[in-house]
């Protein structure tokens, strides 16, 4: 498992022909190492900083807004135009999914010894309530929550360092959720 991604995604990703990046400086983790995109992909790129677009590679479009309100209009004026358009490829993602599912599945069950992280996130996965906002601290341990924790509910409940704060972020992080975003709700670090 690469930590910053779902397996299916990964894999997946590396089949498409056009990648749309949203609210993503590209890095070299979030670009698997600099191989991403490929040079035969179509990008898109979604921010609402003009300096991020083209920081990393050119994409073929750059489009200047909030990433939900992009995403929200984009959805609109698609509408269901692509449904069914290409059902091989809707195999494909299908298939992959879940393969990668039963994969995650098997990790999450693992009684092996020493204790896996994937085994530790679905113990903690079990025990969190929908409105439970997890913040993570640098490193890893972010790659590990958002793989093997699932979001319950769109909504701000995950709260990582990536690229905002080095190790030992959680603990003023989680101060800051719980007085700003959780609003009365259990904080976990």
Known sequence: LN?????AAIELIQEADLVIWCGSKVSQNTGMNWTLPKPDQATITIDFDPLEHGRTFRPTVALLGDVRDTLTALDAAMGDSRKGVNP???ARIAEVKARCD?????EMASDQMPVLP???MAEIAKRLDDDDVVVSDAS?????ISG???AKQARRQFLFARGQGGLGYAVPGAIGAATVVAK???VVT
């Not at 039963?102 to 098997?106: G, I, L, P, Q, S």
């Not at 890893?140 to 590990?144: E, M, P, R, V």
């Open 102 to 106: 039963a994969d995650k599945a098997v």
């Open 3 to 7: 930590p910053l991604g779902s397996a």
């Open 88 to 90: 091989d490829w809707d």
């Open 118 to 120: 994937p085994r530790i």
């Open 140 to 144: 890893f341990s972010a790659g590990w």
């Open 148 to 150: 093997y924790i699932p």
């Open 184 to 186: 009365g709700a259990r």
